[in-house]
């Protein structure tokens, strides 16, 4: 099993530039996750989506769209690039519940410039 | 919404020392407590969790205690060795689908 995997793992973007980051996972799990993580920030929610055909918003979904696919995939899309968006990107996963553990992938590093 | 604090930020212990981080949450209702370890360039791995209805988790060197009255609870790895050092992330969970992530501490163990 890959377990969670995403791309790209680096992107440098000019302010205003569109972009998706995308994510897969292999563990058939209902729940899937976006973050971001700054330094001294720790991880901040951005979207998750509790099972396939649902979204909801996090603590910081400002400025980012996403779209649960199908049951495997959870993209994350950036319509208009920000340098405050600069920031390493993780996806996540989970059987369901949030008392699952939830399952991250190696993380996006991406740069608004 | 639920905050989560850590503390210290950084830590540096000996080999072979022990390790204590305290993380502090501010909603009572939160009933779900992991553990997450980050390795450079890697995303978090859980490491241990522990639920509400328990005080005391143990998985060979490493434990969590958890106190609810005072609404914190701590880390505590024993006789650490260098792969010990990380960032460590501790979450609360309340039952809407989602964890709420304390900021991290660094661990340093010098050999």
């Known amino acids: 099993n890959a377990g969670v995997t995403q791309t790209p793992k680096f992107q440098v973007l000019k302010t205003g530039q569109s972009m998706t980051l995308q994510c897969a996972q292999d563990?058939?799990?209902?729940?899937m996750y976006w973050y971001r993580q700054d330094p001294g920030m720790g991880l901040r929610l951005i979207y998750y989506?509790?099972?396939?055909?649902?979204?909801d918003k996090g603590e910081v979904p400002n400025g980012y769209n996403v779209s649960r696919l199908n049951k495997r995939e959870f993209s994350l899309r950036l319509e208009s690039a920000a340098p405050s968006q600069t920031s390493v990107y993780f996806c996540?996963?989970?059987?369901?519940?949030?008392?699952?553990?939830?399952?991250f992938g190696p993380g996006t590093r991406l740069t608004v410039l | 919404g639920e905050n989560v604090e850590q503390h210290p930020s950084t830590l540096s212990v000996q080999e072979g020392d022990s390790a204590v981080i305290k993380c502090t949450y501010s909603d009572s209702a939160s009933n779900y407590f992991p553990w997450y370890k980050q390795e450079l360039g890697k995303g978090p791995q859980l490491i241990i969790d522990i639920r509400s209805n328990v005080g005391e988790k143990k998985d060979q060197r490493i434990a969590v205690t958890l106190n609810k009255t005072a609404k914190h609870f701590s880390l505590h790895i024993t006789e650490t060795q260098p792969e010990d050092s990380a960032v460590y992330f501790c979450?609360?969970?309340?039952?809407?689908?989602?964890?709420?992530f304390g900021k991290g501490n660094q661990v340093v163990v010098i050999p």
């Open positions: 979450a609360a969970g309340i039952g809407n689908n989602r964890l709420a």
């Open positions: 563990m058939n799990h209902n729940s």
């Open positions: 989506s509790a099972s396939e055909g649902t979204t």
């Open positions: 996540a996963s989970s059987e369901g519940l949030y008392t699952d553990t939830q399952y």
